[in-house]
């Protein structure tokens, strides 16, 4: 790594293109040089921001170099289309500690029938597979055959749902990894997705631009079949016609981050009204209240079967990214049995928050 060229480019999302290139002395950044189609002014600035750059350990983290490059600007630097955070993600892009969607060759698992509680381990059981190097980074879409509800990791049992109304409905009770709100599940009535990826994927970003950064890829494919979406702060993905759906991710030890989403197609309003104390809350206010209600934003907005919308979605991160076809490990797939039994249909695991 010593005295060999490193480069490292970064698209900042509705602005410019900012490169790195860079060498390493002694563990150091050296020959620092940061260029793209951004506005600087004045011209100066750019030499003050490589050499707030130089001498940095190449372990410094996001934080550190965004705060060495804004203490070597002045109040009157003008910044238009990128900023000290961009260049810090460009720097590290550059020393490998940062990564983008096409420094990556993404796995692609179609729907595949499981009950819904071994898709709630399996989001878990990925994680460990890519951090052991067991596969790389994977986009994997739900498929179940049984009525659920799953709750978000810090969700209390009994203000989220209707334990008698559930039971009677024959509606079981979930707790996931991840936080974020309750999901109401039957066969067919949502997509549902995980992506796994490294966490050098979202490297420097907040919480909040994160999902959106994840998020994006969707709402592309939403537009191929006629929905007009976009991202609503902090996990939301909306329509013209109102909320389709919502997003939740887990960042693990290991270096890894599970971003999954669920998107409603054809949701029993009625049946979710009586199992969902909170659904009860926000569904009120939409005046949906007759038993022959339901929600089907994805159904009504498309008129494509739940199948051709998976399928567009598929056909659209396959075409954005380098992707390949595959399937479950065998020992994920024992590995996710395990896990329900020790752990997510434990009564310890669903009521640590009661």
């Not at 887990?250 to 669920?262: D, E, S, Y």
């Not at 007759?290 to 994805?298: G, Q």
């Amino acid at each position: 790594m010593q005295g060999k060229a490193m480069h490292g480019e970064y698209k900042v999302p509705g602005g410019k293109l900012v490169v790195a290139d860079l060498e390493l002395q002694n563990e150091c950044l050296s020959q620092v040089s940061i260029s793209g189609d951004f506005f600087l002014e004045p011209d100066s600035a750019l030499d003050n921001i490589n050499q707030a750059l130089t001498g940095l350990p190449s372990t410094a983290s996001h934080h550190t170099l965004t705060a060495a490059i804004a203490a070597a600007l002045d109040d009157d630097v003008m910044m238009f289309g990128f900023s000290p955070e961009a260049v810090a993600t460009a720097v590290r892009r550059a020393l490998g500690l940062a990564s983008s969607w096409l420094d990556h060759q993404f796995t692609l698992i179609p729907p595949v029938t499981l009950p819904a509680v071994e898709h709630v381990a399996l989001d878990e059981v990925l994680a460990n597979s890519v951090a052991k190097g067991l596969r790389g980074p994977t986009l994997r879409f739900w498929d179940w055959d049984d009525s659920v509800v799953v709750i978000g990791s810090f969700q209390s049992v009994k203000n989220e749902v209707d334990m008698a109304a559930a039971t009677a409905a024959n509606v079981q009770v979930v707790r996931r990894v991840t936080g974020g709100g309750a999901m109401f599940m039957e066969p067919g009535n949502c997509i549902t997705y995980s992506l796994t990826v490294p966490t050098s994927l979202v490297d420097g970003m907040s919480i909040e631009q994160s999902y959106q950064f994840l998020d994006a890829w969707v709402l592309a494919a939403l537009a191929e079949v006629g929905i007009n979406a976009h991202y609503v702060p902090l996990n939301d993905i909306a329509s013209e016609q109102g909320k389709i759906g919502g997003a939740a991710q887990k960042r693990f030890a290991n270096g890894v981050l599970v971003h999954h989403a669920t998107l409603a197609y054809d949701i029993d309003a009625n049946k979710m009204l009586q199992v969902l104390r909170t659904g009860r809350e926000k569904i009120s206010d939409k005046g949906i209240s007759s038993a022959n209600k339901r929600v089907d934003p994805m159904r009504s907005q498309t008129g494509l079967s739940r199948e051709a919308i998976i399928d567009a979605f598929t056909g659209h991160f396959s075409q954005a990214y380098q992707s390949q076809a595959g399937e479950y490990l065998p020992q994920e797939l024992a590995s996710a049995k395990a896990r329900v039994t020790e752990k997510y249909l434990t009564q310890e695991w669903l009521y640590k928050v009661n």
